[in-house]
């Protein structure tokens, strides 16, 4: 059974950090495009980061583009975010999802993605 399990968010003050993963399980993670998301109260889902399975690339997204870091542990079938300076606009649910195998990853395109992960709270706020 394909699933992802994120885990990591919470409350965290402004210029803080923290680091989400996202647990795999019944498929190899580092085969498959990986992509984090987010989506706060009232807004419409925004691509956070992706991995592309296809050439190991890394893309981010504007909005956080210097202050995100995406990671993997293949061991552990696992993937980070790592989100540096934190900001009250963080505050979101993130999400993590995979998309198709050895594949290019689509940042802006939620839709390529057919495997998503229940999501994890953060809360920026002093």
């Known amino acids: 059974q394909v699933q992802l399990v994120e885990s990591g968010g919470g409350s965290v003050q402004p210029g803080g950090s923290l680091r989400l993963s996202c647990a795999a399980s019944g498929y190899p993670l580092d085969k498959y495009a990986t992509g984090w998301f987010r989506q706060a109260p009232g807004k419409e889902r925004e691509g956070i980061s992706c991995?592309?399975?296809?050439?190991?690339?890394?893309y981010y997204g504007d909005s956080v583009k210097g202050r995100v870091t995406f990671s993997r542990d293949n061991a552990k079938n696992t993937v980070y975010l790592r989100i540096n300076n934190v900001k009250p606009e963080d505050t979101a649910i993130y999400y993590c999802?995979?998309?198709?195998?050895?594949?290019?990853?689509?940042?802006?395109?939620?839709?390529?993605?057919?495997?998503w992960g229940q999501g994890t709270q953060v809360t920026v706020s002093s």
């Open positions: 999802a995979t998309g198709g195998y050895d594949s290019t990853c689509q940042i802006r395109d939620g839709s390529t993605y057919m495997n």
């Open positions: 991995f592309s399975s296809a050439d190991g690339a890394i």
